[in-house]
């Protein structure tokens, strides 16, 4: 991948020298918007109508992401996913902070041991976008995350034998620096019940130039046999540089696969949802799951009911081949596994 950046941006911010100058990842993501106004105004949409919603779960997105929505489009499915609007406050039944049951599924502090066989870590609270209908917005990631619980977790899994697959997740593991994440994957390589390692990541789709050298290394270089989540939701968030990106990982040997949140006014028609597999399929990734929202306090606006996911599907069967069709699933609480719907 070309660096395209030029290289007065690189110190642009700062007059201190850097030893090493950050990977242009950082770099984006450093300089990612956080105001909505700022967003509304690089869209032309200054005259924006709708209210803004000021909660705690800050906007985030990365120019680059920016780039992808369309100019003078409020609906915009990219924009909608980002944009935090003023429906966010208002008060849903059924709506809670832990929709999924995650605090009650934690062994241990950041370690969610909900399935048989597989434990997901929360390496990081960060990400480097900040999705509307994030399930785990209202997560109280502090006394949950943090280096500090990494020998913890080593402890847990080597005296559990059971576990054989380990899940990157967050937040966003991709957001932490390629030399503690592969420091760590090195130290569970060495769990020999371990043979999977798997990693919950949106950074390949947000800031693909995330995927580096670095990156490709750690991941392929280790004896766990390396798997990637990717989450996409629309076919609009698959440029050429992400599908190449994408291809990249795939080529380097590792099991890619997308998952998807079924989500009002952004993905919630058939042709969206089959032309986002067609655009994965061509970038060398396979759908996995299409879930049903989480019901997260703020997110209700974006449900799609069960009876109009299941007509989606039904149509979406009929136009693809079976490899492209995600699974439509929900997540609950105190299950063996996520519901097939
Ligand atoms: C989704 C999930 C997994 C992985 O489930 P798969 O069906 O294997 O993809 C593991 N742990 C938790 C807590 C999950 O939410
Ligand atoms: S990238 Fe994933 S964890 Fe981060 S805000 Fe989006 S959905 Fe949530």
């Known amino acids: 991948m070309s660096i395209r950046t030029p290289i007065a941006r690189i110190t642009a911010k700062s007059s201190r020298p850097e030893a090493y100058p ?8 450093a300089t990612a918007i956080r105001q909505p106004e700022v967003l509304l105004q ?5 005259h924006y109508e709708s209210p803004l919603s000021r909660s705690g779960f800050g ?3 990365p120019h680059s992401y920016v780039a992808r929505m369309r100019k003078g489009e409020p609906r915009d499915p990219l924009l909608l996913q980002v944009l935090p609007g003023g429906h966010e406050s208002g008060y849903a039944a059924g709506y809670g902070t832990d929709p999924v049951g995650d605090l009650a599924a934690m062994a241990i502090p950041g370690l969610i041991h909900k399935y048989q066989g597989r434990v997901l870590l929360l390496l990081t609270g960060a990400c480097a976008i900040h999705c509307r209908y994030c399930f785990r917005q209202h997560f109280p990631y502090s006394a949950n995350i943090g280096h ?3 020998d913890t977790w080593l402890a847990h899994i080597r005296a559990d034998t059971s576990i054989h697959e380990v899940i990157f997740s967050g937040g966003d593991p991709l957001t932490l620096d390629d030399r503690r994440l592969s420091e760590f994957v090195e130290q569970l390589a060495e769990i020999p019940h ?3 390692l798997r990693i919950h990541t949106r950074l390949p789709i947000v800031l693909p130039s995330r995927v580096t050298e670095a990156l490709l290394s750690w991941l392929t270089g280790t004896r766990l046999q ?14 050429s540089e992400v599908a190449q990106a994408l291809r990249r990982i795939r080529t380097a040997g590792v099991l890619l696969l997308n998952q998807s949140v079924l989500l009002r006014g952004i993905n919630d028609c058939s042709s969206t949802l089959a032309t986002l597999s067609r655009v ?3 970038a060398d990734t396979l759908p ?9 306090q703020g997110a209700h606006h974006f449900e799609v009911s069960e009876k109009e996911a299941l007509r989606l599907m039904k149509e979406l069967r009929a136009s693809l081949p079976g490899y492209l069709l995600p699974r439509l699933v929900k997540e609950e609480g105190g299950k063996v596994s996520k519901t097939s719907i």
Do not use: C, S
């Not at 950050?22 to 993501?29: A, D, V």
């Not at 390396?226 to 440029?239: G, K, L, T, W, Y």
């Open 288 to 296: 996995y799951y299409l879930h049903l929202l989480d019901r997260v």
């Open 22 to 29: 950050k990977p242009r990842w950082r770099r984006e993501l």
């Open 148 to 150: 500090r619980l990494w």
């Open 280 to 282: 994965l399929f061509e």
């Open 226 to 239: 390396p798997v990637m989540v990717i989450h996409a939701n629309h076919p609009q968030e698959i440029d």
């Open 42 to 46: 690089a869209l032309g949409l200054e």
């Open 59 to 61: 906007m985030l997105v």
């Open 194 to 196: 371990l043979r999977t």
